[in-house]
């Protein structure tokens, strides 16, 4: 603490680290854990409608993977859109309209009469489901740095309880009520965070990067006050006037910036290698783990067609919520080894060994396996991409400066969007016209190359502050 201009300063970074994680931090992760259980219901029920849609509604393949991919449409709009409405207005202001967006057209959708429809409130709850990093980056920024890995890890273990609710939802649920129930249902934790949205604070460090220093101090306090603990004593300043002190330059005066000029910074020379790199990281994870899932539904039952074998109607038609069940709960281990090496091992290094890891265990899938065999190798891959896609949401906001943090995760996000939009046509277009071994070929390219473009990032934050200013920000590793 302290700056080169005499008296004594600090930043946000230095109150988190003294007013610690307590009762205050709870409350936020609990906020941002319930948004990140409804976003992970909201995307896995994709998996248990597409088939039944498919029999109800005489759908060809291509049909039923446009109502998988076209909420992938809105959530590339969305991804961005919001980022840029965060960075310039505010993390709540964010997450309010995509509270408001998923929780009115995702209820909406439970009651669509024919396909068209059903098309139109998907992408729409896509939309509203882009805003995910919006939230990350208002978690990411209550956290001390010691502890940042740590509870990341644990707000993205609710990705999965709420992947394994689902699960288990659409298993009671479907075969007895029917798939528009399911959508009613999924939709419930959305109005919680409408709910509680009154409740929630203003990111500090937020409102000390555009020049609200008093509001910023004012939720410090508060902080203070409920983990029973102290602010520092002295005058709250931003990094970005810490940076300007120790060059004994005057801090630069803030202001709105439009959302050119945060795409601009994005592509700057600091960030534009992390940035490229990144999207295409994005790109290939979320095509690998959405796919995943989707070849869970589809591998089984597509080979016996193709195959000629006999099988009961509503095992080929509907879905084996058993094996669903089973491979979803392997995001639990993917958790576990995330926890054990994203502040040990660091965040790339680990990233890449697991996407290394996944092409090996995907790569018998090339060839005709039995149910047991394909059920296991699918259990150890999504292990794997469950593993990558967490820390993932942990490294990607850390590289980016306050100013186009939910910017520059954003327009990452984006281009995992347009992964998972195109994932549908491999693995359940390409399955079902029993091209199975060119889909798995796709698999093992896509995730190779992610694996390789994440250690070519030259940024390991494990450890690392967050930062206002770029150029501290983005130093090699």
């Not at 419930?188 to 555009?210: A, K, Q």
């Not at 392997?330 to 926890?339: D, K, M, N, S, Y």
């Amino acid at each position: 603490m302290g700056g080169g201009g005499g008296g004594d300063t600090f930043t946000v970074d230095d109150a988190l680290l003294t007013l610690g994680f307590g009762k205050y931090q709870y409350f936020v992760l609990a906020y941002a854990a319930l948004a990140w259980v409804s976003e992970a219901m909201e995307m896995m029920l994709l998996s248990f409608i597409g088939p039944v849609l498919k029999r109800i509604w005489r759908l060809s393949a291509k049909e039923q993977s446009l109502i998988t991919s076209v909420v992938f449409i809105g959530m590339l709009v969305g991804a961005y859109s919001w980022g840029v409405i965060a960075d310039k207005y505010g993390r709540r202001k964010g997450f309010l309209m995509t509270a408001l967006v998923t929780t009115s057209a995702g209820f909406m959708s439970s009651f669509s009469p024919n396909y068209a429809t059903l098309l139109v409130l998907r992408c729409v709850v896509g939309i509203g489901l882009g805003g995910g990093p919006v939230l990350c980056s208002w978690l990411l920024e209550f956290i001390p740095p010691p502890n940042r890995g740590t509870w990341m890890v644990v707000f993205q273990a609710f990705w999965t309880v709420g992947a394994v609710f689902e699960a288990s939802i659409a298993w009671a649920v479907m075969p007895t009520l029917g798939w528009r129930w399911l959508l009613a249902f999924s939709s419930i934790p959305s109005f919680g965070l409408l709910i509680f949205y009154l409740c929630t604070p203003e990111s500090p460090r937020y409102l000390c990067l555009n020049g609200k220093i008093k509001e910023a101090k004012t939720i410090l306090d508060r902080i203070a006050k409920v983990n029973g603990t102290e602010v520092p004593s002295g005058t709250l300043v931003s990094d970005d006037d810490v940076v300007a002190s120790d060059q004994d330059s005057t801090p630069t005066k803030r202001h709105k910036q439009g959302a050119l000029t945060t795409i601009l910074k994005l592509l700057s020379r600091e960030l534009i290698r992390p940035t490229l790199l990144l999207w295409v990281v994005f790109f290939g994870n979320s095509f690998s783990y959405y796919g995943l899932v989707l070849l869970t539904t589809e591998l089984n039952a597509g080979r016996s067609a193709c195959a000629g074998h006999k099988v009961k109607a509503e095992e080929t038609e509907d879905v084996n919520y058993k094996d669903v069940f089973i491979t979803t709960f392997a995001e639990f281990p993917g958790l576990i080894i995330v926890a054990l090496t994203v502040d040990r091992v660091g965040r790339r290094l680990s990233m890449a060994v697991l996407f290394f890891i996944c092409c090996v265990l995907i790569f018998p899938l090339v060839f005709q396996q039995s149910e047991m065999v394909t059920t296991g190798l699918l259990f150890g891959s999504r292990i794997c991409i469950t593993a990558t896609f967490t820390t993932l949401f942990i490294y990607a906001p850390e590289i980016y400066p306050t100013a186009v943090r939910s910017t520059g995760f954003g327009a990452a996000s984006s281009m995992g969007r347009i992964g998972g939009m195109v994932c549908p046509y491999v693995a359940v277009a390409l399955v079902q016209g029993c091209h199975e071994t060119a889909a798995i070929g796709m698999f093992e390219v896509i995730i190779i190359l992610s694996g390789v473009c994440i250690l070519l990032i030259p940024i390991e934050t494990k450890g690392r502050k967050l930062s206002d200013d770029v150029k501290q920000k983005c130093q090699p590793v």
